[in-house]
């Protein structure tokens, strides 16, 4: 499946939101994540327009440790993404894995 210029390898874990991909830049195969937001449609304009107020805001956020926001819109079927750039597999690849592994919600991830 693609999201823009990039495509979706695997699936790294689903939240109540939405489902968090890994996947490849088509140009380069630079390494990403990708994040599809469910439930949330950008068929309403001031939607649409806030995310891309905060994909703005969000690139040009130079925070270290945080993933670079490289794309954000939203798809033919009006569901919004995010394209993040891939972050190193100690981080939130592998800390997924290990809840998965464990059987702890992923939702305890957002305060580690």
Known sequence: MDVGSYRIDSLVTQTPLGA???GAAHSGGQAVLVY???????DDPRLLAKLQAQARLLREARVPGLPKLLDAGRLPDHTLYTVLSAISDSTLVSAVARHRQTGASTDALAVE
């Open 36 to 42: 599809r937001l469910r439930g949330v449609r950008g």
């Open 20 to 22: 968090l991909y890994t």
